[in-house]
């Protein structure tokens, strides 16, 4: 069995994070495109700590701390902007949200 | 690498000690679970001054002949059967798996609090460094069961009691967190263990008097959590038909049944080890065993059957009540005491 | 023992990548933010596996206890849960968003190949201290206090915020 080192982590972080950038990519569910945001700050903190662990220090869970609480704020802003949006356009497909092409 | 088997562990019970306790404590827990109905249809009945369950006994089987002066006994196992003996219903625009997977949802979150919580000094499922949190992890992990439960039964009662329950739950957590937040200030520990040995064995310095108002929004805040009266929109049954568990019948009903009184028996005992002492016995600090388990049981029968009571005595609240006694009292309440402890601690302590 | 850890790697890592998995490809958003619970959860695991208990705690109140209820709650209050509604114009960006996220990941593996080290940092503390909730604690009211108090005033702006964009109704009419 091989020993789990630094990049065992760092690379399930960057599938991850892939796969977060995929779903904000081609989801069009406003929703769903906020999941895929979530990924793609859980794939930064899992390496934060992952580096943390690794170095010796502190900083890394620490900074993993404050991602974890802007997270929290985000979703909540977020997701009040996705309410108003479907009040407005009683949609939130993100490709039919597009006024101000007009 | 990371040795997980020394990391949250810090008494000295075998691995098969603690799986030991754990079959010990859930069957305990899940056969009182039926008699804590029964308790409570009794309570109910001499609060409203009816009689209550009294006609099952044990008469079919001639051996327990002796019990025939305790009729009523039997009508927890009579409820079991006829729960198991029904029909399941699923509702045909329900979402299958999810109406299947929300109840045991409940049950996981219910059941697996209870791991954290000493019983006797030393006997612990598992003893975690952050045992606090570890519970409130858990229980905001509870209100899932219920959420799904409303949106999978594809029905309008049940998807309303889904969003109150979720809004509900989420609301009281803060003032939860806030008062565990002193708890933990307190005794300057996140273990469950080292919380109910900073407690002492006087009664006077038992968080609930040391940490009053922390109790009182403790208490509170964990009625609303467990869903019950009179905090129970979820499934307010005259505005809601059933709430979340409208949809919901035979075993599987019997799982969110099986899940509410879990969790107000695992609430008790959070209770009692955080604000009541735990299994600490009154002014005898190295009381035998035994005797800790005695103490630690009827400490959570006492706020058991404060649930019942306050159930019983006091009407449900209307939604705009619900939300403002959370936000606006509540909430400032727990702040407003951890300020007054955080003080407290740094006065006497330094 | 590294028998151990190497199992429990696995198993959580395999349960990252369905949930994460789950959560981009499945129809039903309902699907997808239990997917996502299922993800954080073994995320949690993982943090174990790094010796931070509190972050692993903290991962599962703060993102399946409360963020993903969030989530849920604005999936069912608008009635979101069929999205087959919601046509799927553009094959084209799909196609990219492939394109794209495995270009990314390829380049992130190619670095993580080429093997660089990390400087080692002497520190007196050892792993499992640097989890200890004690230990944080300490650190954000010490050395990281800037931070903390703009993520206070950060949070705050966060509260008005949702208050301010939730109560107030941006119709066409009004």
């Given at each position: 069995m091989p020993e789990i080192g630094l990049n065992h982590f760092l690379v399930l972080s960057a599938i991850l994070f892939s796969l977060g950038l995929f779903g904000i990519m081609t989801r069009r569910n406003a929703v769903v495109v906020l999941m895929g945001v979530e990924l793609i700050l859980n794939a930064a903190n899992l390496n934060l700590v992952a580096f943390s662990k690794f170095n010796g220090t502190m900083s890394g869970v620490m900074f993993s701390m404050f991602g974890i609480i802007l997270a929290a704020a985000e979703a909540a802003v977020a997701l009040a902007i996705v309410l108003n949006i479907y009040a407005r356009f009683k949609t939130v497909d993100i490709g039919e949200i597009d006024t101000m092409r007009e | 690498m990371t040795d997980l088997l020394q990391l949250p562990l810090l008494l000295s019970l075998t691995l098969g000690e603690r799986l030991a306790l754990m079959g010990v404590v859930l069957f305990v827990l899940l056969t009182s679970v039926a008699y804590t109905v029964y308790a409570e249809r009794k309570i109910a009945a001499a609060i409203q001054n009816r009689i209550g369950p009294n006609r099952v006994g044990f008469d079919l089987i001639p051996q327990l002949g002796f019990l025939k002066g305790l009729a009523g006994l039997g009508q927890p196992i009579a409820d079991v059967l006829k729960l198991l003996f029904k029909e399941d219903v699923v509702p045909s625009a329900s979402n299958g798996f999810y109406h299947l997977l929300a109840p045991m949802i409940s049950l996981f979150a219910a059941l697996t609090t209870i791991a954290v919580v000493p019983v006797a000094a030393g006997l612990v499922i598992a003893d975690v460094d952050i045992g606090v949190l570890y519970i409130l992890a858990i229980t905001s992990l509870g209100v899932y069961g219920l959420t799904l439960a409303g949106w999978a039964s594809n029905s309008k009662y049940s998807l309303l009691g889904g969003l109150r329950s979720s809004a509900q739950m989420i609301s009281y957590e803060i003032a939860m967190g806030l008062s565990v937040v002193s708890v933990v200030v307190i005794a300057d520990s996140l273990s469950m263990t080292k919380i109910v040995e900073s407690q002492t064995a006087n009664p006077l310095y038992w968080n609930c008097f040391r940490n009053f108002l922390g109790f009182i929004c403790f208490v509170v805040a964990s009625f609303a959590e467990c869903n019950r009266a009179p905090f129970d929109l979820p499934e307010a049954e005259q505005e809601l038909v059933g709430g979340y568990n409208t949809e919901y019948g035979s075993m599987k009903f019997a799982l969110f049944f099986l899940a509410e009184y879990a969790n107000m028996i695992v609430a008790s005992t959070v209770i009692a080890t955080l604000?009541?002492?735990?299994?600490q016995v009154p002014f005898w600090s190295d009381a035998p065993w035994w005797l800790q388990v005695g103490a630690f049981v009827t400490k959570t029968l006492f706020m058991m059957f404060v649930f019942i009571w306050v159930r019983w005595t006091i009407p449900r609240f209307k939604y705009n009540q619900l939300m403002d006694l959370g936000w606006r009292k509540l909430l400032p309440l727990a702040l407003f005491n951890l300020l007054l402890i955080a003080m407290g601690v740094l006065i006497f302590e330094a | 023992m590294e028998t151990v850890s190497f199992i429990l790697f696995s198993f959580l890592g395999a349960l990252v990548m369905v949930g994460s998995i789950g959560t981009v490809w499945s129809r039903n958003p309902v699907t997808s933010a239990l997917f996502l619970v299922l993800n954080f959860f073994a995320l949690g695991g993982i943090y174990l596996l790094l010796e931070a208990q509190f972050i692993a705690v903290v991962q599962v109140i703060v993102y399946a206890g409360a963020i993903m209820v969030l989530f849920l709650f604005t999936i069912m209050l608008l009635n979101l849960d069929d999205e087959q509604a919601l046509k799927e114009k553009f094959d084209l960006q799909k196609g990219f968003g492939i394109l794209l996220g495995g270009v990314l990941l390829v380049e992130v593996l190619y670095i993580l190949g080429l093997k660089i080290n990390l400087p080692q940092k002497s520190t007196t503390l050892t792993p499992v201290e640097i989890g200890e909730a004690k230990n944080i604690g300490r650190e954000l009211i010490t050395n990281f206090l800037f931070p903390f108090e703009i993520v206070s005033i950060l949070l705050l702006l966060a509260v008005v915020g949702a208050i301010v964009l939730a109560k107030k109704n941006f119709s066409p009419n009004t």
């Open positions: - | 604000f009541l002492g735990g299994y | -």
